[in-house]
């Protein structure tokens, strides 16, 4: 079962204004999520499940058939008020050309494509086990490209230390306030949105141990007395995840964001996770992309490209259903254009 389909990203996700839902279908437990919107003079709520139903290799008939069987099964244990089943189905296309042409090709009316995706539809995902068993570093290393092993070599020798720090930490808020002033740098230098502190701080705060065997981590660079850049990743028996990153404005030759990947690669393999997901990049390498730099960044570490179609929804009430779209299309307006325009981006 995909990473995010587990009971962790449901109970993290409640503290955030979704609600966990018990589900089962045919005797096996589904992460269900809930959110409970008010509306002018009612309130709906809209239930989303992440990575499933399994659809990789499916056609656009099958998926649909998929998706709706599964919204039947699940629907008689949600609120009675639930106007929509959102989906992110696990389904992989190695290039964005497939992964658009089976959307353009997609004519499902009862399990319609959503125009706001939840998770990010492209990433670049890095095997950290084979045939074999678990690949060496030598194996990773050479699947890098050469830049990439002389930055993470380059840290090392100038003297970058990775620091780590979980839940069992006792500095662990100390550390995220390292984090969190390398956040703002980021946002105010590149122009990106976060969360609020206490975000981060439930993840990491809740993150070991948990009864599903998953780690979260906070990792940070430091060079000397300057802390350089940090990430926050989870790991679990199938796979690893990286969440967050943010860097400051100082000693950016130190390339102090390739060891604190290499060092996450490494821990995760050791932890058990067969691959490194490197979670959300743009689609190809456009360099007219306002994002462009991350797709060399995260595609420099010998991953396989994967494309996802995004979410897909299960309409059950259409009225409500309209009210909801019109204010998520609202919202993705205001933030996606307007606050970019307004910032100069």
């Known amino acids: 079962m995909r990473f995010l389909q587990t009971k962790f990203w449901a109970d993290f996700k409640s503290r955030h204004g979704w609600k966990s839902c018990p589900v089962t279908v045919d005797g096996n437990g589904i992460s269900v999520l809930v959110r409970t919107l008010n509306f002018k003079f009612k309130k709906a709520t809209i239930a989303y499940v992440p990575m499933a139903p399994e659809c990789t290799g499916s056609t656009g008939k099958e998926l649909e058939q998929k998706l709706t069987s599964l919204a039947s099964s699940i629907r008689p244990q949600l609120p009675g008020n639930t106007f929509c089943?959102?989906?992110?189905?696990?389904?992989?296309?190695?290039?964005?050309?497939?992964?658009?042409?089976?959307?353009?090709?997609?004519?499902?009316?009862?399990?319609?494509?959503?125009?706001?995706?939840?998770?990010p539809p492209d990433t670049t995902i890095v095997p950290l086990t084979g045939?074999?068993?678990?690949?060496?570093?030598?194996?990773?290393?050479?699947?890098?490209?050469?830049?990439?092993?002389?930055?993470?070599?380059?840290?090392?020798?100038?003297?970058?230390?990775?620091?780590?720090?979980?839940?069992?930490?006792?500095?662990?808020?100390?550390?995220?306030?390292?984090?969190?002033?390398?956040?703002?740098?980021?946002?105010?230098?590149?122009?990106?949105?976060?969360?609020?502190?206490?975000?981060?701080?439930?993840?990491?705060?809740?993150?070991?141990?948990?009864?599903?065997?998953?780690?979260?981590?906070?990792?940070?660079?430091?060079?000397?007395?300057?802390?350089?850049?940090?990430?926050?990743?989870?790991?679990?028996?199938?796979?690893?995840?990286?969440?967050?990153?943010?860097?400051?404005?100082?000693?950016?030759?130190?390339?102090?964001?390739?060891?604190?990947?290499?060092?996450?690669?490494?821990?995760?393999?050791?932890?058990?996770?067969?691959?490194?997901?490197?979670?959300?990049?743009?689609?190809?390498?456009?360099?007219?992309?306002?994002?462009?730099?991350?797709?060399?960044?995260?595609?420099g570490f010998g991953g396989r490209n994967t494309h996802r179609p995004g979410s897909f929804d299960v309409i059950l009430n259409k009225g409500d259903y309209a009210l909801y779209s019109m204010a998520e299309n609202a919202r993705a307006f205001w933030y996606k254009i307007v606050v970019k325009k307004l910032k100069g981006r």
């Open 85 to 119: 089943i959102r989906f992110d189905p696990a389904m992989d296309f190695y290039t964005p050309e497939d992964r658009d042409d089976f959307l353009r090709q997609y004519a499902g009316k009862k399990a319609v494509k959503s125009r706001t995706n939840i998770q």
């Open 131 to 299: 045939e074999g068993g678990p690949r060496s570093e030598e194996e990773l290393l050479s699947a890098m490209k050469s830049k990439w092993r002389y930055n993470i070599k380059l840290a090392a020798k100038k003297g970058v230390e990775v620091c780590r720090y979980d839940s069992s930490s006792a500095d662990l808020e100390e550390a995220f306030d390292r984090f969190h002033v390398l956040f703002q740098q980021t946002s105010e230098r590149d122009g990106v949105q976060f969360h609020k502190k206490e975000y981060y701080m439930d993840l990491l705060k809740s993150g070991t141990p948990l009864t599903e065997n998953i780690k979260v981590t906070l990792y940070l660079a430091k060079h000397e007395e300057d802390w350089l850049a940090g990430i926050i990743t989870l790991f679990s028996p199938s796979e690893a995840v990286y969440l967050y990153g943010a860097s400051g404005n100082i000693k950016r030759n130190l390339m102090s964001a390739y060891l604190l990947q290499w060092t996450a690669m490494k821990d995760a393999q050791a932890f058990g996770s067969k691959t490194y997901d490197f979670y959300g990049m743009p689609p190809t390498d456009d360099q007219n992309h306002p994002m462009h730099g991350l797709y060399l960044f995260k595609t």
